[in-house]
């Protein structure tokens, strides 16, 4: 694959500005170009449709050829090393033109993004390069049939051995688990230690023989993860991190809070949402239920939360980058945007437009997870109680 990462000379100090605005041009011209052909049709689809789930394989590779590896990986693992500020603009950028996700998400945030900061150097040679060509694609495994929300309480076990450790459990919801090359494995590996310095993390390879995968289908009737039935043998080496310290590598608090990595990541649906708030403008003309005052008022106040979501994002950036702690203001984005993209989806329906009746019907469906995905909206709501509000633990 031929790649020629852009690099980034000085960090933007701003997000508006004639240079801000040379930054994004440069991002339109050289990525627009990389979306993959059928691209428009398949937005009909849900994201983890098999068709689109091959254009996003695609993707990942032709972005990686237009130079736009992995935006915030350093540049010595082939990344673009951008700072948050571009990182913002990229991908306010990306979710204008309606690009697809990359596949190997979990590859270049979770795994990627933990072995740069954790890996030895051997891991580092071993695993980076094979997640940036796409050999390796990544799951995670943290959720287990005994309870997602709290990663803490993992069961599945990993017991030392002459040669290595003896992984025993089972994981569940793990996306992309019947296609995943490697898991990002979240291990109990001491019964005695206290919560949160009892956990490792283990690279496992997921074609080994006590690896068994059974997808589950999900309501869009896409069976695109699973539960995975794990009893291996591995060896020290696929170990990261230091042992017992595996629930700070999985946190998203440990990885990205203070570079605000995290929170610039918001920023594509964030673009994302206003070309979506286009198309409901459209179909509102154009559906059976008509245009009365009654869907100019809600499709207004649809579109003052498009617009805070923006600034939000811009908001969490900034103090980022002036050392606040990004993560409560993550917290509140996920719980603002999951719940903003739900009702956009449940008013389209209601304007029954028939042009774009599959779109919003794929959308609506698929998008029922995003309140449970990557932990539940409650859980959320617990840390802006708690951290935003101080109001304590109840
Ligand atoms: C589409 C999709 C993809 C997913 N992909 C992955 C993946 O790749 N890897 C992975 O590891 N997991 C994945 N998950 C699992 C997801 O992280 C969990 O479903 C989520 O964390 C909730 O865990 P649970 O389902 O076990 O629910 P539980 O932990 O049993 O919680 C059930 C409900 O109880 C409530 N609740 C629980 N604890 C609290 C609390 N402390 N305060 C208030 N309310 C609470 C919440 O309403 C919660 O929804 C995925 C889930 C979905 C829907």
Redesign the pocket.
């Known amino acids: 694959m031929t790649t020629q990462v852009v690099p980034v000379s000085s960090s933007l100090q701003s997000f508006t500005g004639p240079e801000a605005e040379d930054f994004r041009e440069t991002v339109r011209y050289r990525l627009a170009p990389a979306i993959p052909d059928g691209w428009e049709e398949a937005k009909e689809l849900t994201e983890n449709h098999p068709e689109a789930l091959e254009l996003r394989r695609q993707w990942d590779r032709k972005r990686t050829e237009a130079g736009y590896p992995v935006i915030f990986w350093p540049r010595e693992y082939g990344g673009n090393g951008f700072g948050p500020i571009e990182q913002v603009l990229f991908h306010e950028v990306w979710g204008e033109l309606e690009a697809p996700q990359p596949l190997n998400l979990?590859g270049y945030t979770l795994a990627g993004r933990a072995l740069i900061d954790w890996g030895t150097t051997a891991q580092k040679e071993g695993f980076l390069p094979r997640i940036l060509s796409g050999e390796d694609l990544w799951?995670?495994?943290?959720?287990e049939p005994n309870?997602?929300?709290?990663m803490a309480a993992v069961q599945t076990r990993g017991t030392k051995t002459a040669s290595g450790w003896h992984i025993e459990g089972q994981?569940i919801?793990?996306?992309?688990s019947p296609r995943a090359d490697r898991m990002y494995c979240l291990t109990k590996t001491s019964p005695t230690a206290p919560r949160h310095h009892n956990l490792s993390v283990f690279m496992l390879d997921m074609h080994l023989p006590g690896v068994h995968v059974e997808p589950i289908r999900?309501i869009t009737g896409i069976a695109e993860?699973g539960q995975v039935f794990i009893d291996v043998e591995v060896p020290d080496d696929v170990r990261l991190g230091a042992e017992g310290e595996g629930w700070t590598l999985s946190s998203i608090v440990g990885a990205n809070r203070q570079r605000g990595e995290g929170a610039a990541a918001f920023a594509t649906r964030a673009a994302e949402v206003g070309a979506w708030l286009r198309r409901l403008r459209h179909c509102a003309k154009a559906g059976r239920r008509g245009g009365g005052s009654g869907v100019a008022a809600r499709l207004d106040e649809i579109a003052v939360r498009v617009e805070g979501y923006r600034w939000q994002v811009r908001r969490a950036v900034a103090q980022a980058m002036r050392g606040r702690e990004a993560f409560a203001a993550q917290s509140i984005m996920k719980i603002y945007s999951t719940e903003l993209i739900q009702q956009m989806t449940e008013f389209a329906l209601e304007l029954e437009c028939d042009e774009h009746e599959r779109y919003w019907r794929s959308r609506h469906l698929d998008f029922r997870?995003l309140t449970?995905?990557?932990?539940?909206n409650?859980?959320y709501r617990?840390v802006v109680a708690n951290r935003v509000l101080g109001m304590g633990r109840g």
Request: hydrophobic share 35%.
């Open positions: 979990l799951c995670e495994g943290f959720s309870g997602g929300a709290d994981k919801w793990t996306s992309f999900d993860f997870k449970i995905a990557g932990g539940p409650e859980i617990n």
